[in-house]
């Protein structure tokens, strides 16, 4: 599976934004979806994740109550929606996939083999 995100770029503080990953290939909806972030200088760190089905979620402490993900499989595409931004929140934003046959989101990220090239979202003060 090939995966694109998008929908990055500059917002202040509060504001919101929508990232999109958009995934080629068959079968998408056989993958676990997850979202990760990386600031400059920090590790890629876990965001949130998504069930095959979309009926199962998990979020980062960071995210919870702010970010919400959800996927259309007839569309191939998982989204992020992330209210109430803060500047700590500025990161490139990757999607991964994850075809493992439960799901028990890992949020290590070297455990995943399919990633997005990332899209980068700035948050001002």
């Known amino acids: 599976v090939q995966l694109q995100a998008s929908g990055g770029g500059l917002v202040q503080a509060g504001g919101s934004l929508r990232l999109s990953c958009l995934a080629s290939?068959?079968?998408?909806?056989?993958?676990?979806m997850y979202w990760f972030r990386q600031a400059p200088g920090k590790e890629r760190e876990f965001v949130g994740a998504i069930s095959w089905s979309g009926g199962s979620t998990t979020y980062a402490d960071s995210g919870k109550g702010r970010f919400t993900i959800s996927r259309d499989n007839a569309k191939n595409t998982v989204y992020l929606q992330m209210n109430s931004l803060k500047p700590e929140d500025t990161a490139v934003y990757y999607c991964?996939?994850?075809?493992?046959?439960?799901?028990?989101?890992?949020?290590?990220?070297?455990?995943?083999?399919?990633w997005g090239q990332g899209t980068l979202v700035t948050v001002s003060s």
């Open positions: 290939g068959r079968f998408f909806s056989t993958y676990a």
């Open positions: 991964a996939a994850d075809q493992a046959p439960t799901f028990l989101p890992d949020r290590r990220s070297a455990r995943y083999d399919y």
